[in-house]
């Protein structure tokens, strides 16, 4: 059973371009998570999708940045117009759906991240 | 706020020894704490998830415990190999969704052979 697969590993943008990065889940996980990990800074949480839905999107910053999990395909995560602040690791992770008690009891696995740099 | 923090950042010892990881939390209306290792350029591996109705989990070397009246977690690693040689971090879960989780910077952890 494969891990949470993220891609690109390293990505380098120029301020002003694009950048998508992908996510898929660990089978039979529908519930997926993007985090950002800042130089010298714990990870914040970002998003939380199901597929085609955005269910937390919290962590968010409200410009530039958006995230999707379409009904077929990985989640990506875009960000336009990058700038220098926008360097980080981007980590995904997924989650399988809630047991029937409701309970989380599950644990999520994370991905071994994006390492996005803008230069 | 809800915010984590782990003490120390960074600690070194020889193999061998026990030691003890502390993490703290600001709201003790947490829903579960988790505990993870991070190896330099990889992804995170949950090692210990703790319910709120729950006082402590063990797996193998790893004992952590939780303490929801103080705020505090401690996450306790037996006879230290070097390979135990990691950043570890908690996260809290204050039950806003599944996945949305407040992390602590995390403890470098240095086991020398």
């Known amino acids: 059973n494969a891990g949470v697969m993220q891609n690109p590993r390293h990505l380098v943008r120029r301020r002003g371009q694009e950048a998508r990065l992908r996510c898929s889940p660990m089978k039979g996980h529908s519930h997926v998570y993007w985090y950002r990990q800042l130089p010298e800074e714990g990870l914040k949480f970002m998003v939380y999708?199901?597929?085609?839905?955005?269910?937390?999107e919290s962590g968010m910053p409200k410009e530039r940045f958006s995230a999707e999990f379409p009904k077929e395909g990985p989640s990506i995560l875009r960000i336009q117009q990058v700038v220098r602040g926008d360097s980080a690791a981007y980590f995904c992770a997924s989650s399988p759906p809630y047991g029937p008690t409701g309970s989380t009891g599950n644990t999520i696995y994370f991905g071994e991240g994006s390492w996005l740099t803008v230069v | 706020k809800q915010e984590v923090t782990q003490i120390p950042a960074a600690l070194s010892v020889p193999e061998g020894e026990n030691l003890v990881l502390n993490c703290s939390f600001t709201d003790s209306a947490i829903y579960n704490l988790q505990w993870f290792r991070q190896d330099p350029g990889k992804g995170l591996t949950s090692l210990l998830l703790?319910?709120?109705?729950?006082r402590e989990q063990t797996s193998g070397r790893l004992n952590a415990s939780l303490d929801k009246s103080s705020g505090r977690s401690t996450l306790y690693i037996a006879a230290s190999q070097p390979g135990d040689s990691a950043t570890y971090l908690c996260a809290a879960n204050y039950g806003g969704s599944q996945g949305n989780l407040i992390f602590g910077k995390g403890t470098k952890l240095s086991v020398k052979p």
């Open positions: 703790i319910q709120s109705s729950q």
């Open positions: 999708l199901q597929k085609e839905n955005i269910i937390d």
